[in-house]
């Protein structure tokens, strides 16, 4: 008995392809939004932990001042002159001229700039021109205040737009918070991109029954 082998070979059809094709486009846009959806939240974690390492550098610069940076701080030390400005790049930059840490890493946040400059930090702090360039620093500052000042008001805020308003779209519409008492608090954004606090007030709200009381916020932003 003589047993013959035979090879076949058939190759997938237009329509095969096109089915294929049409599976794998389908799976990519189901997955595209969860993809997204953990980028922005890792971003928020970054942003949370890089607020929560500034925080120390805020109490043991307290020490040291009497208040986090200003301008008064920088009047005070030869080494922290001319660390004012425009925006908390400026005042933040403080904490690298004097040596508190050395690295401009902890001060980004991604989107936090009001520019929407998303530099990376690149660790060049030996002139103040290039200590924390447009898009380095991506925290919102609120200046004047210290470790004795009320525990709930606000120092630190990502992503802001404006010196009240937050941008919805980088953290999937939280706002980043870091308060007097080293707490950082993810704030969820109205329809209006104000940060609501779980009193229903907003978190510049002013009033008897708010941390601000009848003052006015200084809130300078991100460069």
């Known amino acids: 008995m003589k047993l013959t082998k035979k090879h076949m070979s058939k190759g997938f059809t237009l329509v095969e392809l096109l089915v294929v094709i049409a ?13 997204m959806k953990q980028k922005k939240k890792a971003d928020m974690t970054t942003a949370t932990n890089n607020a929560k390492q500034i925080f120390l550098l805020m109490v043991e610069f307290d020490d040291d001042f ?29 904490f690298l001229a004097g040596g508190y840490v050395q690295s401009e890493e902890i001060f980004y946040a991604k989107s936090g700039s009001v520019s929407d400059t998303n ?3 690149d660790n060049v702090y030996n002139t103040k021109g290039k200590t924390l360039e447009a898009g380095e620093c991506g925290f919102s500052y609120v ?13 630190l805020m990502a992503p802001m737009d404006s010196t009240s308003k937050f941008k919805e779209d980088p953290y999937g519409g939280k706002a980043v918070v870091l308060r007097i008492d080293g707490s950082v608090q993810t704030l ?36």
Do not use: C, H
């Open 23 to 35: 599976i794998i486009a389908a799976l990519a846009a189901m997955a595209t939004p969860v993809i």
């Open 66 to 94: 009497g208040g986090f940076p200003s301008d008064d701080t920088a009047a005070a030390d030869v080494d922290l002159n001319g660390y004012t400005g425009t925006y908390s790049n400026d005042y933040l930059g403080q």
């Open 119 to 121: 530099k990376k930090p």
């Open 143 to 155: 200046k004047d205040q210290s470790t004795s000042g009320n525990s709930g008001i606000p120092i």
């Open 188 to 223: 969820r954004l109205s329809k209006t991109f104000e940060a609501k606090l779980p009193s229903g007030n907003t978190l510049f709200d002013t009033g008897d029954d708010s941390v601000w009381g009848d003052e006015t916020p200084e809130v300078i932003n991100a460069e």
